[in-house]
């Protein structure tokens, strides 16, 4: 079993339990795949082949608004999922860019794989129905937090969440994630 193999495996049973046949069984129905920096694994306006489990790196979701200004939903550092949910579900074009800013090694899976993968093997529909549940209440949890904390509450909640990334990504992408201008950002890492 490859580090990725086992990092994936020991990811999916903190939700469910699997014997190795099971295991064996579900990993087929993933590709693993290599990501250059920069590289896009969801464009605006195209549609999502993929859901994404980042082994390795560290992606971001984003939308762009019409004067060009950048918000960033998520980032997705190693052993964490990614894509344009409601594009990959539904089968419409993505409202979100979600680009990596490291060197990425991603699992990726097809819904058509996923929707088998879960009728021939319980657990994983299990497994994934956890995954969306604690993704829905991540999300409701981040937009409360932008429409009722201040910035400094913004700032200690992104360092809990995703530590290390101020080290990892730039301030621009920081302050875009926060919703607040470089300048408060300087101030709240100041203090």
Not at 6 to 34: C, P, S, W
Request: hydrophobic share 35%; proline share 1%; net charge negative.
């Amino acid at each position: 079993m490859t580090g990725i193999q086992a990092q994936f495996r020991a990811h999916i049973e903190q939700q469910v339990t699997l014997t190795n046949e099971e295991f064996d069984f579900l990993y087929t129905h993933f590709t693993e795949k290599k990501f250059h920096k920069h590289q896009y694994l969801v464009q605006e306006g195209n549609y999502v082949s993929h859901d994404y489990y980042i082994a390795q790196g560290l992606a971001k979701s984003s939308s762009t608004d019409d004067t060009g200004k950048e918000h960033i939903l998520q980032f997705a550092m190693g052993d964490a999922w990614i894509t344009d949910l409601q594009a990959f579900q539904l089968g419409t074009k993505a409202t979100l860019d979600i680009n990596c800013l490291e060197d990425t090694i991603a699992l990726m899976i097809t819904l058509e794989n996923r929707e088998k993968l879960c009728s021939d093997l319980g657990k994983m529909e299990k497994f994934f129905r956890k995954k969306t549940t604690e993704e829905s209440i991540n999300l409701q949890r981040r937009i409360l937090c932008l429409i009722s904390n201040n910035a400094r509450d913004r700032y200690e909640d992104l360092l809990e969440k995703y530590p290390g990334i101020l080290q990892r990504v730039s301030k621009a992408m920081i302050a875009s994630y926060l919703g607040v201008s470089r300048e408060t950002l300087s101030r709240l890492a100041l203090t």
